[in-house]
């Protein structure tokens, strides 16, 4: 298959003049409603993130009622796995419909102006209402069937709430340079929530698991008072076309916008991400260190639980609190990315190619000791360290390393393939986005039976390998990144657009 099947996913944002400079054009909003409309969507991506991972605090608890047994193979995680698959596939049908339709349909049930009508919008409107109506039936499920399927479904839409930020970013700020900030912390809340959800289990613990989810539930309707109050549409070609229903001199350019059958969006949301995922190397190798590394946060669920109870004699809640720890590392990284953001956007001036235009490999430097040193030496740390002579605080720094690569790595990728992939980039990055949530639905199930079979240091020491191996991928980007993007056909069709 040939780029040239595909047409770009984002048409180049040159609107008239009139519409460019208009007050209604959300990239022109002034920089407070901006941040007011993406400090709720980030609260929105964290607090999604809990409910993925608060439930396995309680999981063996909750598996115990239902007379669910882990003798043979690890079925109290069931509910995080079947949260984590509605998540990796929801986004490759969700997001493209928001994408076409409007965001802010996608967040709530009604919003201003006029509908787009049809069932499937109707649909798109209730998301965030029905993500938050499937933490009822995983309250007061009466069986393990009833919590995996409501678990299911709110994966799903959860999936396309947490992947809608970047989108808004994208909106209300036009230059990369604008967006670094924004998507840094999207990346930021996106791995966070998932990170603290068995804290806020551990933090519950005392209730019955039933009120895990009942407080989730009333953090949901609060969430959803702001959402309504401050949440506008930020699709530009929406708004313009909102707004020609109004102001008669913007109606010509409304009338140029390309429509998209629904049909043909479905089909290429579902076929260009796995088209990138298994032709493009740079998207395959970027995706296999970022799911690794967002397993890896799904995996300490279960490592720091079987780690710190059979060494240091803690309870499920108490191993639930170190999570904390990763959570720590991944504030710090979070901070050590902004200089990283101001080192990719120096690098527009010794681009040869493509004078003030920053180049795509300088967004990956730190992320090669953060690979090194804090991801595979955290790994390590964090096993080695694991035994009652040593104080149960010297393995927890280790797990903070872990979180301070996590942190650096994701955000190295998910910038990387923006800025190379460019119109591309929202296939490339929803496959990045499939293969994450793959990873951290499965790669967990393996956890308790490989810290059992090759013991603690040796467990942590194989998924420390892993990370040196995988940190070749940023190394042979920055040597041969400008080569290999010339050798990428969807690189150069977008570039040639």
Not at 184 to 211: D, E, H, M
Not at 231 to 245: F, K, N, P, S, W
Not at 282 to 298: D, K, N, R, Y
Request: proline fraction near 6%.
């Amino acid at each position: 298959m040939n780029p040239s099947e595909f047409p770009l996913e984002d048409p180049p944002k040159t609107f008239p003049n009139i519409w460019r400079d208009h007050s209604a054009n959300p990239s022109n909003w002034p920089e407070s409603k901006k941040w007011s409309i993406l400090s709720v969507v980030a609260v929105v991506t964290f607090t999604v993130g809990m409910n993925a991972t608060a439930v396995a605090t309680p999981s063996l608890i909750i598996a115990d009622e239902f007379h669910v047994s882990d003798a043979s193979f690890p079925n109290s995680y069931w509910p995080v796995t079947v949260w984590n698959t509605g998540a990796a596939f929801g986004p490759m049908i969700g997001l493209p419909l928001l994408e076409n339709f409007g965001i802010q349909r996608g967040f709530l049930v009604r919003g201003p102006g006029p509908t787009n009508g049809g069932r499937l919008m109707l649909f798109v409107k209730l998301l965030y209402a029905l993500f938050s109506i499937m933490v009822i039936p995983q309250a007061v499920a009466q069986n393990f069937a009833t919590l995996l399927v409501s678990r299911a479904l709110a994966g799903t839409f959860g999936g396309i709430l947490q992947n809608t930020m970047e989108q808004f970013s994208a909106d209300l700020w036009l230059t990369e340079q604008e967006r670094d900030l924004p998507i840094t912390l999207y990346t930021y809340v996106y791995v966070a929530g998932v990170t603290l959800g068995p804290a806020f289990g551990a933090i519950v613990s005392r209730l019955s698991w039933r009120w895990f989810f009942y407080i989730q539930l009333m953090i949901y309707s609060a969430v959803g008072l702001p959402l309504l109050v401050i949440l506008r549409e930020t699709r530009g070609q929406i708004v313009l076309a909102l707004h020609a229903e109004k102001d008669t001199s913007l109606a010509k350019e409304a009338s140029d916008i390309a429509r998209t059958s629904l049909t043909h969006l479905l089909h290429e949301a579902i076929t260009r991400p796995a088209h990138l995922l298994f032709t493009e190397p740079v998207v395959f190798f970027l995706t296999l260190w970022a799911a690794f590394c967002f397993g890896l946060v799904f995996l300490m669920t279960q490592s720091i639980v079987q780690v710190y109870s059979s060494t240091y004699k803690f309870g499920d809640s108490a191993s639930g609190l170190v999570q904390i720890s990763l959570f720590v590392g991944e504030t710090i990284g979070f901070f050590a990315c902004l200089p990283q953001n101001v080192y990719h956007q120096r690098s527009a001036k010794r681009n040869p190619v493509e004078p003030g235009v920053p180049i795509p490999e300088a967004r990956l430097p730190l992320s090669v000791p953060a690979s090194l040193i804090g991801l595979a030496g955290g790994l390590f740390w964090y096993g080695w360290a694991s035994v009652p002579q040593v104080h149960w605080m010297l393995p927890t720094i280790g797990l903070a390393f872990v979180g301070f690569g996590i942190m650096v790595i994701i955000t190295a990728v998910d910038m990387y393939i923006t800025d190379a992939y460019i119109k591309f980039a929202g296939s490339a990055i929803a496959a990045v986005a499939m293969g994450e949530n793959l990873f951290a639905a499965w790669l967990p199930l393996a956890t308790r039976s490989m810290y059992t079979s090759l013991g603690f240091r040796w467990a942590s020491s194989l998924l420390g390998f892993v990370a040196l191996l995988l940190t070749l991928a940023p190394i042979v980007l920055i040597w041969k990144g400008k080569t290999i993007r010339k050798k990428s056909k969807f690189i150069q069709a977008a570039l040639s657009s």
